[in-house]
């Protein structure tokens, strides 16, 4: 398993931005997907953005889609969610997290039970 720490997280009002990183420790593979996920309270933890590693490729949800960015810095070893345009239902904690599998995909990145290293989260709280 990889170790993950978050940083950014914090309060910011509707239609400001705010900046999440995530240091990981441990060998990451090609293939493997780094994700951020996010949960309310009372609600199922639910895939914001992934990124293949080792490639190009990105997802969102549609939900983020057009308002938040991830990216990643091979060097660091970070992943980065650019959020802008928030709005008080992004409030939640938040998670990085890597896949266990190699499959990193459309079909796969959404899916909490794929990923089996996860940081502790950061709270991002959006008030209007």
């Known amino acids: 398993q990889v170790q993950l720490v978050e940083s950014g997280g914090g309060s910011v009002q509707a239609g400001g931005s705010l900046r999440l990183s995530c240091a990981a420790s441990?060998?990451?593979?090609?293939?493997?997907?780094m994700g951020w996920f996010r949960q309310a309270p009372g609600m199922e933890r639910e895939g914001v953005a992934a990124?293949?590693?080792?490639?190009?490729?990105?997802y969102y949800s549609d939900s983020v889609k057009g308002r938040f960015a991830i990216s990643r810095d091979n060097a660091k070893y970070t992943v980065s969610l650019q959020m802008n345009s928030l709005k008080p239902d992004d409030t939640a904690m938040y998670y990085c997290?890597?896949?266990?599998?190699?499959?990193?995909?459309?079909?796969?990145?959404?899916?909490?039970?794929?990923?089996?290293?996860w940081g502790q989260g950061t709270q991002v709280t959006v008030s209007s």
């Open positions: 441990g060998y990451l593979y090609s293939g493997n997907c």
């Open positions: 990124l293949y590693y080792g490639g190009f490729s990105t």
């Open positions: 997290a890597v896949s266990r599998g190699r499959n990193c995909g459309r079909s796969t990145w959404y899916r909490a039970p794929e990923y089996n290293s």
